[in-house]
Nanobody, 122 residues
Framework: QVQLVESGGGLVQPGGSLRLSCAAS????????IGWFRQAPGKEREGVSC????????YYADSVKGRFTISRDNAKNTVYLQMNSLKPEDTAVYYC???????????????WGQGTQVTVSS
């Protein structure tokens, strides 16, 4: 059974940092393009970042470019999202997902986990 478990969310002040983790069971993340998307109340789902399966190329939404970094640790079967210089508009539930594809400004995802809440507020 495939399971993705996100962790690392919480409450942080503007300008602060968080590192989200996505731990997988039932699949080997190294074989998949893995991504993160977020969803805030009343807003559409927004793609945030992808890391490819072939060469670990990374892709980011313009809104997070230069502040967020996606990476993977194959030995731990875990993907991370390092988030720096957080802003109140980054507040959302963050989900990791398999089969991430970014084409232009559009994103698609396959299977995702239950999400972790990130709240940026003073």
């Amino acid at each position: 059974q495939v399971q993705l478990v996100e962790s690392g969310g919480g409450l942080v002040q503007p300008g602060g940092s968080l590192r989200l983790s996505c731990a997988a069971s039932g699949i080997t993340l190294d074989y998949y393009a893995i991504g993160w998307f977020r969803q805030a109340p009343g807003k559409e789902r927004e793609g945030v970042s992808c890391i490819s399966s072939s060469d670990d190329s990374t892709y980011y939404a313009d809104s997070v470019k230069g502040r967020f970094t996606i990476s993977r640790d194959n030995a731990k079967n875990t993907v991370y999202l390092q988030m720096n210089s957080l802003k109140p508009e980054d507040t959302a539930v963050y989900y990791c997902a398999t089969d991430c594809v970014k084409y232009g400004s559009r994103w698609s995802f396959g299977y995702w986990g239950q999400g972790t809440q990130v709240t940026v507020s003073s």
